[in-house]
């Protein structure tokens, strides 16, 4: 006999996750250094600016450079030490001093691109998590996971459409350039260089604009790739508002025992009052007036149904009056909360109420 038994198997699947990250969760994966930012956004803004900074300050580094060559070949027969140790380490360092001066503007300008470019994209962030030691990065299988998974493939694609795009781009500018490339050799060496200076400034500002568009669409797609990997499934959401909240049972135990203590305590004020003012059956309020604390009677206790029975049997073991007035029961009970002093448009009613009890009193 052959039983067959029929299994779900979603059950052994990870839930999906379809829903949007919460704003914890997102918290949490700014701390690890998991952010929005696109690299192409960066290198368009660091090249452009770079070649912006070459031509304005191009002029600098060339007669810079020029300065130092000429003052080096036309006085190197005065320097007697040129050809020691001493002489060639002097000679080092002046030229690292030069190289500096030169290339500082340049560099200066592209740290200010790089830091603005981060910022503007992940603001002030400074984490520890993200280069922290994962031994799941020196992990084989993990490696070739990496190298073939689909965020590798789009880098790849990304950088194959780079190169054919900036190259082709490239390519056909200096074909338009051929004309005046072949005038070269009747030029100055100043003038050569400016001419090419004045190319390479071309390519690189049509490579930027290049990279411009493809970082617009990489961000696009990363934007996509960063939500996607932030998504939650429903489960972690409710476990995370557990965490966040507290579970809803431990909740619930909390409020039913402030609801016992809050209802022990009413009980307990319940023989202080001069009167309780009943439906019959239904409400219970038990009203106070002390001159000395308010200016008018106020509510020591309120119930309705089973509460309204127990107030008026601890009324009745402690010879509290009880006056039935159905209207003035509901009104109190609906517009008046416990320890609140009734509203002036009650003031006749419950007046009457407290002549007549303190009548019965006197007699």
């Known amino acids: 006999m052959e039983l067959t038994y029929k299994l779900n198997l979603q059950l052994f699947a990870d839930e999906e996750k379809t829903e949007k990250a919460t704003a914890k969760k997102r918290k949490e994966a700014r701390e690890k250094g998991q952010v929005l930012k696109s690299q192409e956004i960066n290198s368009a803004l660091l090249i452009i600016g770079t070649f912006v900074g070459l031509k304005i300050f191009g002029s600098y580094m060339y007669s810079n450079i020029r300065d130092f060559t000429q003052r080096v070949l036309s006085h190197y027969n005065e320097i007697d030490d040129l050809f020691t140790i001493k002489g060639i380490n002097n000679m ?19 740290l200010i691109i790089g830091l603005l470019s981060n910022y503007m994209q992940v603001g002030f962030l400074f984490s520890t998590k993200s280069i922290g030691i994962k031994f799941s990065k020196i992990n084989p299988i ?22 054919f795009v900036i190259g082709y781009v ?14 070269l050799l009747d030029m100055s060496i100043a003038a050569i260089v400016t001419y090419i200076g004045d190319i390479t400034f071309g390519i690189a500002l049509r490579a930027g604009g290049v990279l411009i568009v493809i970082a617009v669409i990489d961000y696009i797609y990363q934007w996509w790739d960063f939500e996607k990997n932030l998504k939650m499934s429903k489960k972690e959401i409710k476990e995370e508002h557990k965490q966040t909240e507290g579970d809803p049972m431990i909740k619930s135990k909390i409020k ?24 019959p059956t239904h409400y219970a309020i038990a009203l106070k007036y002390d001159k000395e604390k308010c200016d008018a009677p106020f509510i020591l206790a309120k119930g309705k149904d089973l509460i309204a029975q127990n107030i008026k049997k601890v009324a009745k073991e402690s010879d509290i009056p009880m006056v039935e007035n159905k209207p003035l029961a509901q009104a109190l009970y609906k517009s008046v909360e416990i320890g609140d002093i009734i509203p002036e448009e009650l003031y006749q009613a419950v007046a009457e109420v407290l002549a007549y009890v303190y009548g019965l009193r006197h007699n």
Do not use: C, H, W
């Not at 002046?94 to 290339?103: L, N, P």
């Open 142 to 163: 993990e490696g070739f996971k990496r190298i073939f998974s689909p965020k590798s493939i789009v880098e790849l694609v990304k950088s194959l459409i780079k190169v």
């Open 256 to 279: 039913e025992k402030q609801r016992q203590i809050a209802m022990t305590r009413m009980m307990q004020d319940v023989p202080k009052a001069d009167v309780i003012i009943t439906n």
């Open 92 to 110: 080092f360092y002046e030229i690292i001093i030069v190289a500096a001066q030169t290339v500082a503007p340049i560099a200066a300008v592209a």
């Open 170 to 183: 490239a390519f056909s500018y200096i074909l338009k350039q051929m004309n005046f490339i072949y005038n």
